[in-house]
Structures are given as C-alpha cells and as structure tokens.
C-alpha cells in the first residue's frame, strides 16, 4: 500500500502551451511561460477527489471531478494508485477559457504534478502525462499530447504515440520568442476539430511533412531560415482561418514586422508568432493593431519558450 510523503498541502503551476506549432498537428506544441494555470492540493482522510473551489478568469468550470479536467486527471491517478487517502484540488486559472493556449491541459497537468508531490514515491513525468491525458480528454473529446507533454516537460516538446508515448525536447535557437495575441473570443476545440476534413491530397501530405522536417532540422542546427521557409501550414490553417476574424490580417502584420512564421495556437482563436527578440514588440504590436481593425481587443504576452515545464511553486 502506498505510503504518504511528508507534505499535505502544495501548489503546482503549469504553463500555457502552443499546440501544432503550424506544421505538427498533434504532435508538436510548445510552453508559453509569461501564464499559466495553478492548482492547489490538500491530502485529506477520505479516499476521493474533491474539488473545492475554482477561481480566476476561466469563468464557469465543473466542480465535479469527473467533469473537471484537473478533478479527473486526479481521478485516474487515485484509482491507479489505490490510494488509502484523498485528495481536495483548488483550481486558480489563468488561460482563458477556449483560447487555444491549452487551458484545459495546464490545468490537468498542475493538478498531476501537485498530486504527485504528496505520494511517499513519486511517479515520473512519462507515467504523469498518462493520467493526465485522461483529463484531457473531458475537454477535447480526443486524446492528443500536444499541449499536454510540453506543459509538463517544458519547452519545445515533440511526442510520438499515445499507449507508449515517447517525447522528445527539442532546442529552439536562443534568440527565438514567442509571441502570442489572445483575441476576445472564444473557440471550443471540439467545434475546431470538427470542421477538419478526414483526408488530405497527397501534395498537401509531401508539403506538410518536408515543412515539418525542415522546421526541426531548423530548431537543431540554429538555422533562422530554415524555420522560416518550412513555417508553412498547408493542412489545419487553411481550413480554420475563417473561424478566426481577421486571420489573414493578424498574419500578415506579424509577418511583416519581420517574424519567423506565424499560425493559430491550438484550435484558436489565439494566434502566435515566432520572431527573434529584437523584432518581437513591433510583431506584437501590429497583430494586436490588426485584430482591433476587426473590432476585437486581444491580451498579449512575448515569452521565452524554454523552460522547466510544470513545478511545485510552494511545497
């Protein structure tokens, strides 16, 4: 029977994520550190998982954990575990709700990473990402790890399987951020994934794969323009861009105020952009500029990409 650790009550902070980074679709995504999601979890006497209180912008949230993605990623670990005692989770997000900056993974991902620190014998984070792929689930209605392993791993992160995940770190050049412009809008990511179409020509699947090795060549060797040239969607965008109002605008100021590449984050609507430091305010500035043309004020955030990943903030 497991044993109890020395701590009963911590504080997990996990960041907000970019999924598909463009060309990945489902496999690739990356941490935006400037936010994220944090959960607080109490050990209590009674063998299950509460969910006590849910505060900050996300806005109506289920407290019931099996409705939760947090409460449920909790869930599947307690049952996993046989755990004697229970747990009593206090969700502060930060991700707005629907925005495509992996809300609904941070979440999930502090919630497991808080938990664990409370076990006697910790888990690792490839068994973590497991559980917390089950809460995941609940918001999406599909199991992907792009937001998941890089909330949990940091950086850019890029995963291969479900059932044996392996996930691999890969370096992005120094002089690289991200910036990311979150419009005021909402954009459920099971309405985004069900407009994609089931298949896609053979041209598009070359394109799509070429631009994909070409961008992690890029990340690799420190080739600038290598990430620039393959940092081309041919697949999602082309067919989400009309639920997003003033993609095409938003797009092209990023672009020509000289970023990298610039796509939607996740399902959107947020929309970010890669672009070395030195560039990355005047980036900003313009998207935001377009986003308002179309009548819609937008956060905005310029962040490193490297990071830890999810951590204990106060144990």
């Not at 420190?222 to 940092?231: A, K």
């Amino acid at each position: 029977m497991p044993k109890k650790s020395a701590y009963d009550d911590v504080t997990a902070f996990a960041p907000a994520t970019v999924a598909n980074v463009a060309i990945g679709f489902d496999i690739l995504g990356h941490t935006v550190e400037a936010v994220g999601d944090r959960v607080r979890i109490k050990r209590i006497e009674a063998p299950e998982v509460r969910i006590c209180s849910i505060t900050g912008v996300a806005g109506e949230l289920p407290v019931e954990p099996e409705r939760n993605t947090a409460g449920r990623a909790v869930q599947a670990m307690h049952q996993a575990l046989k755990l004697p005692y229970g747990f009593e989770l206090s969700i502060d997000k930060g991700i707005p709700l629907s925005s495509g900056m992996g809300g609904s993974a941070a979440s999930a991902v502090a919630a497991v990473v808080a938990a664990n620190a409370l076990l006697a014998e910790p888990l690792t984070r490839l068994q973590l990402l497991q559980y917390a792929i089950q809460g995941e689930i609940i918001a999406s209605g599909a199991v992907h790890v792009d937001n998941i392993a890089p909330s949990l791993f940091g950086g850019l992160v890029l995963t291969v399987g479900i059932d044996h995940p392996r996930v691999k770190q890969i370096p992005v050049p120094k002089s690289v951020r991200c910036v990311l412009v979150h419009p005021h809008m909402q954009l459920a990511t099971r309405e985004a994934r069900a407009i994609l179409k089931a298949h896609v020509t053979r041209s598009d699947f070359v394109w799509q794969t070429a631009n994909l090795a070409g961008f992690i060549s890029g990340c690799y060797s420190n080739d600038l323009d290598m990430i620039r040239e393959s940092f081309d969607d041919v697949v999602i965008e082309p067919q989400r861009q009309s639920m997003i109002p003033g993609f095409g605008e938003v797009k092209q100021a990023a672009m020509a105020a000289g970023a990298l590449g610039c796509s939607i984050s996740g399902a959107g609507p947020t929309i970010f952009a890669w672009a070395e430091t030195h560039r990355t305010v005047a980036v900003q500035a313009g998207m935001v500029a377009a986003f308002r043309a179309h009548g819609l004020d937008s956060d905005a955030w310029i962040s490193v990409i490297e990071n830890d990943g999810a951590r204990i903030v106060n144990p």
